[in-house]
């Protein structure tokens, strides 16, 4: 696998591979050397190194310059040759964004820009294996890389986000949620199935990082995101960056309340009449329904269930004091967590952040294992050096 | 003021002064160029550069070459002239660092090495007006700056470490301990007061600059710091750096025990007897001593404490994931806090850090006051350009 070389001088390059392959995403259509040097502020030298670099890996393709337009509108090179255009080829090859969920495995395609081809999901009973979830995994994927087999080209990249702590070599060092799941190589499984590398990361870590992409978080560089579930997780970005903590277990709350008062999930929804497992989410949305509906006792099961959430949040606020706090999981599905939630942080924290519902729902986690896969390719076409494993 | 300018050619520059003044303080004696230029790795002109910047600033000094062991040992330079030796000169000015309590004003002397030179308190009442708390650090000071006002020149700089959330301009953002605090524009006031630049931080977060200094966190990157005390602050480096929050309200944790129980610290110390003010370190004293001595009701109420920092730290923990937690506040005279605290913490988080007692104890935030100045310092020995306010 490649890796970043050097020090300081490197880190310039990538920042100005970076920069033209911005420019040259941003511009769709193509761009002229000229209109990369200025909008980049790189000189034509540099720029062309890149393009080169980037051609070389099949990223690049020179466009026929039918229309001039941008460089005419500018009043440039009217004369002449037509300026030499060029196009990032996002089709060039595929990304694929996989979520490991207790009940559901989800896939999610795109393309080498990020945009999203397809997605794909499949059941999963809560007490499947280690290997029946793989085959689960396996199948999602296969329904949208083509079943081909040897004719579907590989994937680029592919992210994957997991409950549970995840070490640096994408195994799984502890996850309490699925069964075998604790010490599964999963990285490497997934790496010998689909061919490509694979980035496996917390499913909230995952979650955190696609709202920033795409969601509610976009342009946030201080963010704590709070998956709702049996099992609360959360993944915070500190300046911008993910906070994994020194063992990869930041964000792990499953544990907090235990400290304080002795609720768990299940007793508070069992307060609605019959005790509903947490991890069957449409037994959730059924309470929560019924919580609309103005049925008390669903009404008292929400407000407990906002309480925990709020002691899970403040506690995660006090100690990071973030500008957004993103709410996921069942929780982002109830109208009435926000703001509740918004004002009990005000009465407890000396700065309250803002608090909003994920834009993404459901598609958090994917997105966010995508968008680990488009790191990965970005980082890999700014290596300077290939460095054999 | 002076600040750092430019992008990543000023970085590489810096670390090359940080290199060279490392070296020259470790040598203490006196170091010739060429020793520099092997201990550090870089060139002779970049050493020399570094050194006439120094000298400049007056902090570097030629030494007489009276022996020239070193070079001698290495066998270089044994013949002709004995190479010029340089000195860094820590005697040139003096840091002051200042922490500011509910009942104690702390003082500490350093030279520009950081090593200490001397220490002065004032006691003053916890419900004194924020005029009368300058007054006490303005005398604080004198008795180590010497009283001589006129002819006794100003400290080089001065950290503060204060309860509350510190804004970025060093005033009060908000302070619930000390009357009169919230809205104070402490680091102007002081600044004006000794003439120099003062660096104003969150008392539990210079308390965990002190402790990674020379503390029980030394070498360590990922450090959570608790102060135990009437309203419980923490201080945490991520990856080496202060992590302040978005608002610099990050460790505000005094509310996190209003999310669980009801148990307040007055609470707690009341159950031995007779309620007493958890601000009057005598008398936590006076408990703690009694549990030892076998007292049941105080065993009792330590046992109380020690519930409610496990619940303040273990929250904490999971939130950030520490490689280290330092106890300290009036918890790290506790023998009886970190063997169960670290048992406790092992129930609750998925991955446990380690957990020892403060080094430095009622010490530690005027020692990382210290640090404070000396970072400033150094940051301004690095200045490439001056640019005017």
Redesign the interface.
């Known amino acids: 696998m490649g890796q970043l070389m050097g020090g300081?001088p490197s880190?310039?390059r990538k920042i100005n591979q970076a920069a033209v392959l911005r420019a040259l995403r941003a511009a769709g259509r193509g761009c002229s050397l000229t209109d990369l040097a200025r909008s980049t502020g790189l000189s034509r030298p540099t720029v062309e190194g890149v393009l080169d670099g980037l051609a070389r890996a099949d990223l690049v393709v020179e466009t026929k310059a039918a229309e001039t337009t941008a460089a005419g509108a500018a009043g440039v090179r009217r004369l002449g040759r037509p300026a030499r255009r060029f196009r990032f080829r996002a089709e060039a090859g595929r990304l694929l964004g996989v979520e490991v969920g207790a009940r559901r495995i989800s896939a999610v395609l795109a393309d080498l820009a990020g945009r999203r081809l397809g997605e794909a999901s499949r059941g999963v009973p809560p007490d499947a294996s280690a290997e029946e979830r793989l085959e689960r995994i396996e199948q999602a994927a296969r329904a949208l890389l083509g079943e081909g087999g040897q004719g579907a080209p590989a994937p680029r990249a592919v992210g994957v986000g997991t409950p549970g702590?995840v070490g640096q070599d994408g195994s799984v060092a502890?996850c309490?949620a699925l069964p075998g799941w604790t010490g599964l190589p999963l990285g490497e499984r997934l790496r010998e199935l689909f061919g490509a590398p694979v980035l496996v990361e917390n499913d909230a870590n995952a979650a955190v990082l696609g709202e920033r992409w795409v969601g509610a978080a976009a342009g946030c560089d201080?963010v704590v995101m709070v998956l709702a579930g049996l099992s609360p997780g959360?993944g915070?970005l500190?300046g911008g960056r993910l906070?994994?903590?020194?063992?990869?277990?930041?964000?792990?709350?499953?544990?907090?309340h235990?400290?304080?008062?002795q609720a768990t999930p299940e007793r508070l929804l069992a307060t609605s009449g019959t005790p509903i497992d947490p991890l069957d989410e449409r037994a959730v949305t059924r309470v929560l329904a019924a919580a609309r509906a103005g049925d008390p006792r669903a009404e008292e099961a929400v407000a407990r269930l906002v309480e925990r959430l709020?002691?899970d949040v403040?506690?995660?606020v006090?100690?990071?004091?973030?500008?957004l706090v993103v709410v996921g999981g069942w929780a982002a599905g109830l109208d009435q967590v926000v703001e509740p939630l918004h004002r009990e942080l005000e009465r407890?924290?000396?700065?309250a952040?803002r608090v909003v519902a994920s834009a993404l729902g459901g598609g958090a986690v994917a997105t966010g294992a995508v968008r680990l896969a488009l790191d990965h390719l970005e980082a890999e076409l700014f290596t300077v050096a290939e460095v054999p494993d």
């Open positions: 300081d880190l310039l702590i502890l309490t201080d959360a915070s500190i906070h994994r903590g020194h063992g990869g277990a930041a964000g792990e709350i499953g544990a907090l235990l400290l304080g008062r709020t002691h403040a506690a995660l006090l100690a990071l004091d973030p500008e407890y924290c000396l700065r952040p």
